[in-house]
């Protein structure tokens, strides 16, 4: 009797509804694969093979199979949701240590800062390098593939300080690309442009120029090692000697005597002026002994040519140094507000608590500087930069996890890691969205997002599962259908048998 024949074809369409259910269960779970049913038939054997009238004994399921197609993209509030467009998963790491694998990009932060799913695992990447372009010579961050890290935004992170003239490069330093009126005449208190203090407990001078003493005049923020700023204003004066112009700098208002400038290719910093207000002469080319000069010149067509430092000509391709004196800026105001009566102390920490004080050097570039019959324009920048919180972040589809800080200034914290296998369907489900790598799946192979074989990520998106619930609630009533007909062979075969069995 073919009883075990219907037996088997009710278990296996019991089986195949357990598969669709579960798919349809998980219509809405992020990343999920859905499952389909495979089957086989049965067949009894003997040692001298089939036989051409054997029937067959029924079916099972061979195979519960995971279909890894890619499911749609959605857009989330969230930026550190990830989304994977094409082939890859993401690596998880428990806090045990166990590795698995999952399409689910719905992160968090713990109060770490460490990047977890809903499990507390960790998301796992790389971490930073330089890398130098070998055309451009610009260092650019890169994923350090030998150092495999648990990717982490430090949500007290700050930026730290740079200096005025700490980085290097082109871009070292200040720079002050200026246009200076070609029209423009040499001032009429041309010289007498005095900005200094006697020493301490001294009378104290001006230390802002008179007006009438120079051309025009600019400012520009620098910053010391402890990332306070500092106003750098340079004063332009338009000489007789034709294409020629005289550049004054005062830092936070103090006196001209604090900044020191130092001719192109090293050398001793000289003043501006004397501490006692002597007067600088932008007009003869004859600066007093032991003092600094610095002028720029230009062609007949108003192009820069060079700088000339104390009476000697520089070219353009090496800017001056200039040389600010925290410790004598800070002495100056200090004074300054005691003769206002205000006993506020000035005091800059980068500029030390005793000798020998540390200033605040740097180059002082005038490239693509112009002079050109039009008005005054400034394009001004310099490296430094204050501290800076935490602003933001973001990731990019390569998986680099870039932190913004309010100082304007950016750092890349890690490189999220993919994973693939030669055979995803070897991969053993272990919920919660969990893969594990099996025997079957193969040997894992590691990338980066974008890397051949590997899909690119998408911040603040999530993908959906990839359950087709048409499709689905199709092969449910096609399982019934199954589920009913395979009941009907069993009702058929218990009623020959009940014909027989009443045979007289």
């Known amino acids: 009797m073919g009883f075990q024949q219907g037996l088997s074809g009710l278990n296996v369409s019991a089986k195949n509804l357990d598969v669709i259910g579960n798919n349809v269960a998980n219509a809405n779970t992020v990343g999920f694969k859905y499952s389909r049913t495979e089957f086989a038939d049965i067949f009894a054997t003997t040692l001298v093979g089939l036989s051409g009238t054997q029937a067959g004994i029924g079916a099972y399921v061979s195979r519960v199979a995971q279909q890894f197609t890619q499911g749609n993209i959605t857009s989330s509030s969230n930026p550190l949701d990830l989304a994977i467009n094409d082939n890859g998963f993401f690596r998880m790491a428990s806090p045990a240590g166990a590795i698995s694998y999952t399409r689910n990009g719905q992160f968090k932060q713990d109060k770490f800062g460490f990047l977890v799913d809903n499990r507390g695992s960790y998301l796992t990447g790389f971490g930073v390098t330089q890398a130098v372009d070998p055309l451009t010579g610009v260092s650019r961050d890169v994923a350090d593939r030998g150092k495999e890290i648990n990717l982490r935004i430090d949500p007290n992170g700050q930026s730290a300080p740079q200096a005025t003239g700490a980085s290097l490069g082109a871009e070292r330093g200040a720079l002050f690309q200026v246009n200076l009126n070609a029209k423009d005449t040499t001032p009429t208190n041309k010289n007498n442009f005095k900005s200094s203090t006697t ?28 990332g306070l700023g500092h106003s750098l204003t340079t004063f332009y004066i338009k000489t007789e000697v034709p294409n020629e112009w005289a550049v004054m700098m005062v830092a936070d208002g103090a006196s001209a005597a604090n900044v020191g400038v130092r001719a192109p290719g090293g050398g001793a910093y000289l003043p501006q002026v004397n501490a006692g207000g002597t007067a600088y002469d932008p007009v003869t080319g004859l600066p007093l ?27 353009v391709t090496t800017p001056p140094d200039i040389s600010l004196n925290l410790k004598g800026i800070a002495d100056e105001l200090t004074n300054i507000n005691k003769t206002k009566g205000i006993n506020t102390v000035v005091t800059y920490g980068a500029a030390g608590n005793a000798a020998p004080f540390k200033p605040l050097d740097f180059p002082l570039n005038f490239r693509g500087s112009t002079q050109f019959a039009s008005g005054f324009s400034v394009k001004s920048q310099q490296d430094g930069f204050a501290p800076g919180q935490l602003a933001g972040f973001s990731i990019s589809p390569t998986g680099a996890i870039t932190v913004r800080y309010t100082n304007g200034q950016s750092r890349t914290e890690g490189f999220v890691r993919m994973a693939s296998f030669p055979n995803v369907q070897g991969l053993q489900p272990a919920g919660n969205n969990q893969w594990v790598q099996t025997f079957q799946a193969g040997q894992e192979q590691v990338g ?6 590997f ?39 218990d009623s020959v048998l009940q014909t027989l069995v009443s045979l007289r």
């Open 199 to 226: 020493p301490v407990g001294g009378p104290l001078g001006s230390p802002i120029p008179d007006a009438t003493s120079y051309t025009t005049a600019t400012s520009l923020t620098v910053y010391d090692s402890e």
């Open 289 to 315: 002994a032991g003092l600094a000069d610095l002028r720029l010149t230009f062609d007949t067509n108003g192009q820069l040519t060079g700088y000339k430092v104390a009476g000697n000509a520089y070219p």
């Open 448 to 453: 980066l997002p974008g890397d051949a074989g």
């Open 455 to 493: 899909g690119t990520l998408q911040s603040g998106a999530m993908e959906d599962s990839n359950v087709d619930l048409t499709a689905e609630l199709v092969n449910m009533i096609t399982a019934q259908r199954s589920y009913q007909a395979n009941a009907q062979t069993i009702k058929t075969q």
